[in-house]
């Protein structure tokens, strides 16, 4: 059995930007650009349909997991009407997107079927 990874494990945190539609997807591009202006983080790519467990279209925002205390109120502000999963990397991908898992606005059910559970 593996062990619960502890906080010490946390390399960076992912923060997806969650939007259904255009508009949503232009709001979404607003927030992560200014996020980028702010802050050390780097912007995935904009998807146009379900990508990995989410359920919706999104984005995802990489930062060190020293700047999450900076990154994650700021999105808590400004995130208009885009839904945010926050979750750590910690090499558990199961627990990261399960157990260990932040919501701003609403929570959405993920696709955890493709990640091995293991704690």
């Given at each position: 059995m593996?062990?619960?990874?502890?906080h010490?494990?946390?390399?960076?945190?992912?923060?997806?930007l969650y939007?259904?539609d255009?508009?949503?997807?232009e709001?979404?591009k607003?927030i992560?650009?200014?996020a980028s202006?702010?802050f050390?983080i780097?912007?995935g790519h904009f998807?146009?349909k379900p990508v990995?467990?989410?359920?919706?279209w999104?984005?995802?925002?990489?930062?060190?997991?020293?700047t999450y205390?900076?990154?994650?109120p700021?999105l808590?502000?400004?995130?208009?009407?885009?839904?945010?999963?926050?979750?750590p990397v910690?090499g558990?991908?199961?627990?990261?997107?399960?157990q260990?898992v932040?919501?701003?606005?609403?929570?959405?059910?993920l696709?955890?079927?493709?990640?091995t559970?293991?704690y």
């Amino acid at each position: 059995m593996t062990p619960i990874p502890s906080h010490h494990d946390i390399t960076a945190f992912h923060a997806h930007l969650y939007y259904t539609d255009e508009a949503g997807v232009e709001l979404a591009k607003k927030i992560a650009q200014a996020a980028s202006e702010l802050f050390d983080i780097r912007i995935g790519h904009f998807h146009l349909k379900p990508v990995g467990p989410h359920p919706v279209w999104s984005c995802q925002l990489s930062f060190s997991a020293e700047t999450y205390g900076a990154i994650v109120p700021w999105l808590m502000l400004n995130r208009g009407a885009i839904d945010v999963f926050v979750h750590p990397v910690t090499g558990n991908d199961y627990l990261d997107h399960t157990q260990a898992v932040s919501w701003l606005g609403k929570s959405y059910t993920l696709d955890t079927s493709i990640f091995t559970p293991y704690y």
